[in-house]
C-alpha cells in the first residue's frame, strides 16, 4: 500500500504535498507559515497513524473541528472544517492513483475581509484583534501599559550603569540559612570536609551550582552537594531511604524531583516552604496516574525502620524523671534549647548529629525549689511554691558545701536562714574608700628619699668638666628631701597600661616587667588590705619594697631608703567592699591563659586618664561589674574546680545521687556496695531530628503532642524516659497522613 500523503491548497495553487506530518503556525520552520493575528507560532499539526489525524500543539486560542475544540488529536474526516486563529481549513479525503490522500483547502483569514487596495483589516472583528495584541483594550489600560514600557526602558537602561538600581532588580532574594552559608564568606572549618567541596562549587559555578538556563533546578545539581541522600539507609533525607529518587505524574523521574517540596530565596523559612500545599495529598507523588491511590494501603507498606543506635553516658542516669512529671513540673523549667544549637541552625551551619538540643539544667533551677532562700531562677514565685521540694531540702544558699565549710569560707560568710547556719551569697567585706580618677591621682601614693650622692650620674653629666663649671663657689644648697608621686607610666613599658586585645595576661604575668613583677605579694594575699587611714601609701615592710630595690639604690649592694608618705581618706568617702581574694585568682592555671581570667589583673582592672593629666598620670580603676562574681561564677561550673566530690564526698554509710552524677570510680562503696558505673543507653546513631524545625514548632505543638504523659511519668530515671521513634503512634500519625513523612 503506498504511503498516505498531505496536500495542502490555497486560492494560489498547491502549497505542499508530502507523506510527513504538516504544521500549521505563524513561525518561520511551519510546513504551512500563516498571516494570522491570532494564530499560534505552532499551531497544529496534521498526520496519519492509521487514519488522518489533527492535533492542536498547545495553542492558547485552540483549534476546532467541526465546532468541537479539539482535546488531543481527532480524526479528519471527508469534508471536516478545522478552524485555527482566523483561519480555516476544509479536508477531502481522496484516493489519488491508489495513495490515500488528504487534501486541505486552507482559507485564509476567513472570517474577516480586507480593505480593497489597504490590504488591512477594517471592521469591527478587526478592531478586536487589534486590541487583543495590541497594549489594551480600553484607553487607560493602554496608558498604563504605555508607562510601564517606558519606565522598564529607563531601569533596563539605569541598571547598566548604576549599581543600586541593577542590584535590587537581579537579586533573588535571601537563600534559606545552609545556602546562605555555603555559598557566602563565613570561615568554614576545614574538619567539615563536604562543605568546604561545595563553597568550592558554588565559588566556581556561582548560580549555576543550582540553577540550569532553561531547566530549572534538575535533581543533578542538588546532588553535586547532596549525593548522599540518595545513598540507601543514609536517614539524612526522609523521602530517599531507600536509595531512589522517585517521580510525580507529570514529570520526567529525579528531574525537579527535590524542588516539589523545597524552594530557595526565601530566607529563614528553610524548611519545605513548597510542601505546605502537598499537605495530605499522597497522590502528588504516589500516583500512578490511573486508579485511585488507596492510601491506607500505601501506608501500610511503610512499617518502621530500625535506626542504628550507639551507646550514650548520662551523668544524672538516676535522676528521679517520674518524680518531677508527676509535679506537674513544667518541661520548659529543666529542658531549654542551647543557644549554641540554635546559633547554629540560624547560621546554616551543620548540626553536630551526637549532640542534644537542649542545655543541661543549670544549678540555679535545681536550687529554686531544693535550697532554702534561693531566687525563683527560671520559675515564677507561685511556680516556686508550688513546685518546692519539701521532703528534699539542701542545706545550701548558693553553690554547696564541703563538710566544714573550708572551701566555701574562702569566698564566703555564713548566715542564719530558716533557723539553720548556712552557707549565702553574702561575701566578707573590708573597708575601703571610694574615689574618683581625680581624686585618686590627688591622693596616692607618695613616697620620700634622702639626698642622693648622683655620683656615677654626675660623672656622665659632666663629661669630664668640674662641678665648679656651673656651681661657680663650688657649694650645692643643702634641702629636706621633697616627696614624689607613684605612676605606673613611669615604670612600665609602653602600651603596657593599656593592651592591646588578648596581650593583658602576658602583660600580668612577666616576672620581670609585668603586674606580679612589684605586686607579687598578691599570691598570698587572700583579702584586700583594710584602707581606712592610708588607702594609698608605699609599702612598709622590707618584703614589700623587695620589688623597688633593684631600680632604688645609692651604690651597687646599698638601696636608697624610702620613707613612705601615708593618705588619710575623709570619713565621709569611706565605704566596703568585698574582700577579694587575690590568691584564689592569681594563683589560678586559668589566670593570664584561659576562660575569664585570660586578661590577668585586666580581667578586673583598667587604667584611666584623670581629666587635665598628662600621659603618665593613668590611674587603676577597678571595671564596672567586676565585683559582681556571679558574671563568672555561676552553677557548679567554677565550685570545687568542677570536682563534685569536693562538695559532695563519697563515704561509707551514706549515699546521694549527686555521688551518682559524680561519677565516682568504679569499685567506691557508696552505702556499703560498690559505687555503679555512670549508666548508658541506646541513642539514635544518626540524630536528625531537630526540635527546633518547623514542623515540631507551632502553637498546636507541645511536648505532650510527641511525648506520651503517662510514658514519662511513669519513667523512675533517664534509662527508661522513651525517646519517639519511627515506630511512636504520634510521629506516624504526623508524619506519614499529613506528607511530612520520613523513611
Not at 501599559?145 to 549599581?163: D, E, H, K, P, Q
Not at 569560707?409 to 574615689?435: D, I, L, N
Not at 521513634?725 to 510521629?731: G, H, I, K, V
Request: hydrophobic residues 35%.
Amino acid at each position: 500500500m503506498a504511503t498516505p500523503r498531505i496536500v495542502v491548497e490555497d486560492a494560489t495553487g498547491e502549497l505542499c504535498s508530502t507523506t510527513a506530518d504538516v504544521v500549521f503556525g505563524c513561525r518561520t520552520g511551519c510546513t504551512v507559515v500563516l498571516d494570522d493575528p491570532i494564530a499560534a507560532g505552532r499551531h497544529c499539526a496534521f498526520a496519519h497513524d492509521g487514519a488522518f489525524r489533527v492535533r492542536d500543539l498547545g495553542s492558547v486560542t485552540g483549534t476546532w473541528l467541526d465546532g468541537k475544540k479539539v482535546e488531543g488529536t481527532a480524526e479528519v474526516k471527508d469534508g471536516a472544517a478545522i478552524v485555527f486563529g482566523a483561519s480555516r481549513v476544509l479536508a477531502k479525503v481522496e484516493d489519488r492513483d491508489g495513495t490515500p490522500t488528504l487534501v486541505l483547502n486552507l482559507q485564509r483569514n476567513g472570517f474577516w475581509w480586507r480593505k480593497s487596495g489597504k490590504k488591512v483589516f477594517d471592521n469591527d472583528p478587526d478592531a478586536l484583534v487589534r486590541s487583543e495584541v495590541a497594549f489594551g483594550r480600553f484607553p487607560l489600560l493602554t496608558l498604563g501599559n504605555r508607562l510601564a514600557m517606558v519606565v522598564g526602558a529607563v531601569l533596563l537602561v539605569a541598571a547598566t550603569f548604576v549599581a543600586a538600581v541593577m542590584e535590587p532588580l537581579a537579586d533573588a532574594g535571601p537563600l534559606v540559612p545552609t545556602h546562605a552559608f555555603v555559598t557566602g564568606d563565613a570561615k568554614i572549618d576545614a574538619t567539615h570536609a563536604n562543605l568546604v567541596r561545595c563553597r568550592g562549587l558554588a565559588d566556581a559555578q556561582g548560580c549555576n551550582v543550582c540553577h540550569v538556563t532553561g531547566e530549572g533546578t534538575p535533581e543533578r545539581k542538588c546532588l553535586q552537594c547532596h549525593a548522599d541522600f540518595a545513598e540507601p539507609q543514609s536517614f539524612r533525607h526522609p523521602y530517599v531511604g531507600d536509595g531512589k529518587l522517585g517521580s510525580s505524574s507529570g514529570m520526567q523521574a529525579g528531574q525537579e524531583f527535590c524542588v516539589l517540596c523545597h524552594r530557595d530565596h526565601v530566607g529563614n523559612d528553610w524548611l519545605k516552604p513548597a510542601s505546605d500545599t502537598l499537605v495530605g495529598k499522597c497522590d502528588a507523588c504516589h500516583s500512578d496516574g490511573k486508579a485511585q491511590l488507596d492510601r491506607d494501603a500505601l501506608l501500610a507498606k511503610a512499617p518502621p525502620q530500625p535506626l542504628p543506635t550507639r551507646q550514650r553516658a548520662f551523668a544524672a542516669w538516676r535522676f528521679p524523671h517520674d518524680q518531677h512529671v508527676q509535679k506537674g513540673i513544667d518541661c520548659a523549667v529543666c529542658h531549654q534549647l542551647d543557644p549554641d544549637v540554635v546559633a547554629n541552625k540560624q547560621a546554616g551551619r551543620p548540626d553536630d548529629p551526637a549532640r542534644q538540643d537542649f542545655a543541661e539544667a543549670p544549678y540555679e533551677t535545681c536550687a529554686a525549689c531544693h535550697v532554702p532562700g534561693a531566687p525563683a531562677a527560671g520559675l515564677t514565685a507561685e511556680q516556686q511554691t508550688k513546685w518546692r521540694a519539701k521532703d528534699h531540702q539542701w542545706n545550701v544558699a548558693w553553690h554547696g558545701t564541703d563538710g566544714d565549710g573550708a572551701g566555701c569560707r574562702k569566698c564566703h560568710t555564713q548566715s542564719e536562714r530558716g533557723g539553720r547556719t548556712v552557707f549565702g551569697p553574702e561575701f566578707p567585706m573590708v573597708a575601703r574608700a571610694t574615689a574618683t580618677p581625680e581624686q585618686h591621682a590627688a591622693e596616692r601614693a607618695r613616697y620620700a628619699s634622702p639626698q642622693r650622692l648622683h655620683t656615677a650620674e654626675f660623672q656622665a653629666h659632666a663629661n669630664g668638666k668640674a662641678c665648679t663649671t656651673c656651681h661657680l663657689d663650688g657649694k650645692v644648697a643643702a634641702a629636706e628631701p621633697s616627696p614624689r608621686t607613684f605612676w605606673h607610666a613611669l615604670h612600665v613599658t609602653d602600651g603596657a597600661l593599656q593592651p592591646k586585645a588578648g596581650d593583658g595576661g602576658k602583660v600580668s604575668t612577666d616576672a620581670k616587667a609585668g603586674c606580679l613583677s612589684c605586686h607579687g605579694e598578691v599570691r598570698g594575699q587572700k583579702a584586700l588590705t583594710d584602707a581606712t587611714q592610708a588607702a594609698y601609701h608605699w609599702p612598709a615592710t622590707a618584703d614589700a619594697q623587695a620589688a623597688c630595690k633593684d631600680c632604688h639604690r645609692e651604690r651597687e649592694g646599698e638601696p636608697l631608703a624610702l620613707t613612705a608618705r601615708s593618705t588619710t581618706i575623709a570619713a565621709e568617702r569611706r565605704g566596703t567592699a568585698i574582700a577579694f581574694p587575690h590568691d584564689v585568682h592569681v594563683t589560678s592555671k586559668a589566670f593570664g591563659s584561659s576562660g575569664s581570667l585570660a586578661d590577668g589583673c585586666f580581667a578586673c582592672h583598667e587604667f584611666q586618664k584623670p581629666a587635665n593629666g598628662g600621659e603618665h598620670t593613668f590611674v587603676p580603676r577597678v571595671k564596672a561589674g567586676a565585683a559582681n562574681c556571679t558574671q563568672c561564677h555561676q552553677g557548679h561550673a567554677d565550685v570545687g574546680g568542677g570536682e563534685c566530690r569536693q562538695c559532695h564526698p563519697v563515704v561509707a554509710d551514706q549515699a546521694s545521687s549527686f555521688q551518682i552524677a559524680a561519677n565516682v570510680p568504679p569499685g567506691t562503696s557508696v552505702f556499703g556496695k560498690p559505687a555503679p558505673d555512670v549508666g548508658k543507653r541506646a541513642w539514635p546513631g544518626k540524630n536528625g531530628f531537630s526540635h527546633q524545625s518547623r514542623g515540631h514548632v507551632g502553637p498546636e505543638i507541645t511536648c505532650a503532642t510527641c511525648h506520651d504523659p503517662k510514658a514519662l511519668a511513669a519513667a523512675k530515671d533517664l534509662a527508661t524516659v522513651p525517646v519517639p521513634d519511627d515506630a511512636t503512634p504520634a510521629c506516624r500519625e504526623c508524619h506519614l497522613k499529613k506528607q511530612f513523612h520520613w523513611r
